[in-house]
């Protein structure tokens, strides 16, 4: 039976979610979050086949793109997707590839090209760095934060309840014309804040977390985020920059009151190629840059 692919919507969603959870590679790619928040501009979609999930995305002028089967027996699921992209007369081509599975693309297909994007690599960090800013190398966080907290000493942080959703989406509303007013903003910008309104809808349904931090009642940053094995992915972001420090705390806040036994990483994805949000990765430390190929397989096999 050939491959259906269907949209990422809710149902779909919690159909792939049990397969995220035995991915070891710690890739954004790969959670509930990320693909339902990006599904619109990427016509993201999935199809189950052979025990495996497979991850379908449009790049556009790049053409479409799937994702390495995640499941019991990749190798059948990969006939299966081969199939299909003969059947409908599509390129062979993986996005978000791991090392692992990189090996193994070359293993099974005679001639494949492989590429990397550094825009699209995530930023992984230490969980007990981001939650404690300790040592010398966090100074110029914890004078943010404590330049922050002096001025404001009324702040605080909650979880961000159902409630508290409205009042989130209205932040974020609030946050783009204000960025708008500073100048235009980039397509990533416009389709990344569209994401987290669509996730602010759904994140407790899907299990998520959030937070909110306010200044003198009125909220000052939020974010929401998905824990998946040991690390914790921090989906959105959103601060007023009119209180300098305001990020810093957000992600100070955020890592302590989701801390668990489990938890080692916090992975805080891609730059998407903002040199401002590269350097504002790269200031908070990674213990590692998260590199992910593109594999387009030139001669495929039944």
Same mark, same amino acid.
């Given at each position: 039976m050939s491959l259906q692919f269907l949209p990422f919507d809710r149902a779909g969603a919690q159909i792939a979610a049990p397969y995220f959870k035995v991915r070891a590679d710690r890739f954004c790619d790969r959670t509930v979050g990320v693909n339902y928040m990006w599904r619109a501009p990427f016509q993201g979609a999935y199809a189950i086949t052979n025990g495996c999930l497979i991850l379908r995305v449009n790049y556009g002028v790049k053409g479409v793109h799937f994702t390495y089967p995640t499941g019991k027996d990749p190798a059948s699921a990969l006939t299966a997707l081969e199939r299909h992209c003969r059947e409908n007369?599509?390129?062979?081509?993986?996005?978000?590839?791991?090392?692992?599975?990189?090996?193994?693309?070359?293993?099974?297909?005679?001639?494949?090209?492989?590429?990397? =994007?550094?825009?699209?690599?995530?930023?992984?960090?230490?969980?007990?760095?981001?939650?404690?800013?300790?040592?010398?190398?966090?100074?110029?966080?914890? =004078?943010?934060? =404590?330049?922050?907290?002096k001025q404001w000493p009324d702040w605080t942080y909650r979880p961000l309840a159902r409630e508290d959703v409205p009042a989130a989406q209205a932040f974020l509303v609030e946050w783009l014309e204000r960025k708008k007013a500073n100048g235009p903003l980039s397509r990533s910008e416009e389709i990344e804040a569209r994401g987290c309104a669509d996730l602010l809808e759904v994140m407790h349904d899907f299990g998520m977390s959030g937070g909110i931090l306010t200044v003198g009642g009125d909220i000052g940053a939020f974010s929401i985020g998905e824990a998946l094995g040991d690390t914790l992915y921090v989906h959105c972001e959103k601060g007023d920059i009119r209180f300098p420090g305001v990020y810093q705390l957000m992600v100070r806040e955020f890592a302590t009151h989701n801390a668990s036994p489990a938890l080692r990483y916090i992975n805080r994805e891609d730059d998407s190629g903002d040199a401002g949000l590269r350097q504002s990765k790269l200031a908070y430390r990674p213990c590692a840059i998260l590199e992910k190929s593109i594999v387009v397989v030139h001669d495929g096999k039944e």
């Open positions: 007369a599509l390129p062979l081509q993986f996005a978000a590839v791991s090392d692992e599975e990189v090996a193994a693309l070359k293993n099974r297909y005679p001639s494949v090209t492989v590429s990397a =994007n550094r825009d699209f690599f995530d930023y992984l960090y230490h969980y007990d760095d981001l939650a404690t800013f300790a040592g010398r190398r966090y100074s110029a966080q914890r =004078n943010h934060i =404590n330049r922050f907290t």
